[in-house]
């Protein structure tokens, strides 16, 4: 699929815009909760429980990807599973995707075709049942994947950042710091100078491989939350931008502290703390109850002057996003 | 709102996200659909038909539109007022909008500030009750906006393109050409070599303000769209892409023929037909039905071979669109 000559593989400079939506949407499946697919000014989507989760999240060359790095499928993967792990940290069942693509025109069609293949099959294997049910199609210099998930409650309450109790377990679904770990891995190894180049599989460790697909084809544990939710779960979040990070949020939205502890946070608890892009979904529960694919990692206290402890020490963790700090760069 | 000095309206590369999103944020008054706002993982929107209606549309600096032309204000009221045409095309009444916005470091604060404005403004004056219900904020040297539109159908079917009858009357709200004239008078008289500079608004005639109005600041008649599915219209759609070509789309998905008249396309009927980005209302009605801020202009009849007529003549539109032809200017 890498091999195709690129004589049959037009820029998109060379066709219409309607001979390239036909193309991505050929690849799209209508989802369960579709009940007005593409071709029309809006889908309809259904919404049984009365109301909407909806989140958007966008992409963009340089700063969130690199085409050396990603793949059109992976790009479509990761655009989609990000997305999916919004709607999913509400309690929410994801029902459908738009995708806003903003595309320069000397890519190649089957760059596109990946693209879409890759968010149909990031919505079968960690959302089945949503599906891409509509988009928009531009023209830029930067290549710009801005997605928006919906998703359905099924009568339940959302599952906010701000209801984490004292007397809590927190807890956690999915890696942590290995998404870090693996952009590491790419920003260390997979460079000629400032410039990324294609990574070289045979020169990852087993490790490695892993770290650097968590970063490129994220898996979050979409699934769980509603698993998470339909046990009663008091809060719930994504951990996009490392757990520190993110566990000061909840605990500032709930009006209290989270007592972490370092034992239960794997081999490298200093990335699990700092790394971004995991994904994961954060979590409280009674005291009790701890559903299956989720593992605790500390309680949840009265509010204190900190308001996140490891092992009862306040934590020092600035975070890490190498992107941030790599502007205008070729790649 | 214009003299605010440099120093006191930062550069966005001075700025912390949040410090951005807040700023943003406090712009947004929450709307009659929103069940939870901005600051979680995601928004929850009422549905309470048991579906949503949902579209996306970007614009895209270079392609969509040009900093020397609009505002923040006018980019954020336009951003607002495409994606909300979509969905009064559908029947529906918009419900929120979610933005995500992809913004080069050196934008002034003001800049985004004005352009939230201009999403709240257009919501109020387009579509009470709809809001900004949540968003993302990515840097990228090309300013991007990706807004996606969510409505309510009230429990009515949504009137896609397909159900033109024979024997309908084709009717049309809001302005047909007066878009696309103002573009022609932007790229007339308001650049210097290639680039665009900045409008004076003393060198427009009457006409001509109305028209660059229309193109910068366009006012869609939102509200008729759920007028027009109540009384019964048997398809409709936005004319983004001018009315020949987009009634050619409404013909061919019901697998009717358009019959036009001239004399009802008012004073430049070559440029309504071909003119894009009017984001009037076209919609066919049973015969004896056309509700108030319709005006009949064509009837539908069984498929020939022509899909759209114009005094019982073919139409020869190729539309037009300067934009398209114009890439990699600055401005």
Chains 1, 2 share one sequence.
Not at 41 to 57: E, F, H, L, M, N
Not at 79 to 99: I, K, S, Y
Not at 190 to 195: E, I, L, M, Q, T
Not at 289 to 305: K, N, Q, S, Y
Request: hydrophobic share 45%; with cysteine; net charge negative.
């Amino acid at each position: 699929m890498h091999s195709r000559p690129d004589a049959d593989d037009p820029r998109l400079a060379e066709l219409s815009e309607g001979r390239i939506l036909r193309s991505i949407l050929s690849r799209t499946t209508p989802g369960a909760h579709t009940l007005l697919g593409p071709g029309d000014d809006a889908a309809v989507i259904a919404a049984p429980s009365g109301s909407v989760v909806a989140t958007t999240d966008t992409l963009v060359h340089g700063p969130d990807f690199r085409l050396a790095w990603s793949s059109g499928h992976d790009l479509g993967w990761k655009a989609a599973a990000v997305n999916l792990a919004d709607v999913a940290a509400m309690g929410a069942r994801p029902t459908a995707l738009l995708v806003a693509l903003a595309v320069p025109r000397d890519l190649r069609l089957s760059f596109v075709e990946r693209l879409a293949d890759g968010f149909r099959d990031a919505c079968a294997a960690l959302a089945p049942g949503c599906a891409v049910v509509g988009g928009d199609l531009t023209v830029s210099d930067v290549l710009t994947v801005a997605v928006t998930a919906l998703g359905d409650l099924e009568g339940r309450p959302p599952v906010t950042r701000a209801g984490a109790r004292p007397g809590d377990v927190v807890a956690v679904a999915g890696e942590l710091g290995h998404a870090a770990h693996g952009l590491a891995v790419l920003f260390g190894r997979f460079r000629d100078g400032d410039a990324p180049i294609p990574v070289d599989p045979s020169l990852l460790g087993p490790g490695e491989s892993a770290a650097v697909a968590a970063q490129l084809r994220p898996s979050p544990p979409i699934g769980l939350g509603v698993v998470a939710a339909a046990v009663g779960a008091t809060a719930m979040m994504d951990v996009s931008d490392g757990l520190a990070l993110d566990a000061r949020r909840m605990a500032d939205a709930s009006g209290v502290t989270i007592a972490l502890e370092r034992a239960e946070l794997g081999d490298f608890p200093e990335r699990a703390l700092a790394g971004g892009e995991d994904h994961a979904l954060l979590a409280s529960f009674p005291d009790g109850i701890l559903p299956p694919g989720f593992r605790a990692i500390g309680t949840v206290r009265e509010r204190a002057d900190e308001n996140l402890l490891c092992d009862d020490l306040p934590v020092d963790v600035s975070g890490w996003d190498p992107y941030r700090d790599w502007d205008s760069v070729a790649g």
